[in-house]
């Protein structure tokens, strides 16, 4: 059994999202989709704070029903890092900036870091 994970670092360059584990090796790599240029994800130092089974997520210009494996990162949960599955429905690649600051990964890697990732687990999110 893998441990939980220790740390996530997020970089908004290459676009991907990287686990670590108790021994800071590398244990997955995962491609996702972070805030467009108009809503920026944030960088900096972060922590989980809550983590959602399903959540309807608002924001100025969206409603979002049901997004899955959401764990927030912001403490008024703001900035969440999920599962995306409109846009693996409409068939949208990751690896693109795509996002209301959020940050959007493939369905079967949000389920896994949700089940594998504590509360207070620290990210990173660098350019």
């Known amino acids: 059994m893998l441990d939980l994970i220790a740390s996530i670092v997020v970089d908004l ?3 991907k ?3 670590y584990n108790q021994q800071q090796e590398l244990v997955r790599t995962v491609l996702v ?4 240029a108009s809503s920026p994800t944030p960088t900096g130092s972060a922590q989980v704070f809550t983590k ?16 899955p494996w959401a764990m927030c990162i912001t403490e ?4 969440c890092m999920h599962g995306a599955p409109w846009q693996e429905a409409a068939g949208q690649a ?4 795509r996002s209301s600051g959020c940050i ?3 369905s079967p890697h949000a389920r896994w870091l949700f ?3 504590p509360v207070g687990t620290p990210v990173t999110i660098q350019v």
């Open 104 to 106: 959007r990964i493939p």
């Open 17 to 19: 999202l990287y686990v």
């Open 115 to 117: 089940e594998n990732t």
């Open 94 to 97: 990751f690896g693109v900036a």
């Open 33 to 36: 989709s972070t805030g467009k």
């Open 76 to 79: 008024n949960e703001m900035i």
């Open 52 to 67: 959602h089974r399903s959540v309807t997520m608002r924001g100025r210009t969206y409603v979002a029903p049901n997004v």
């Open 13 to 15: 360059s290459d676009q």
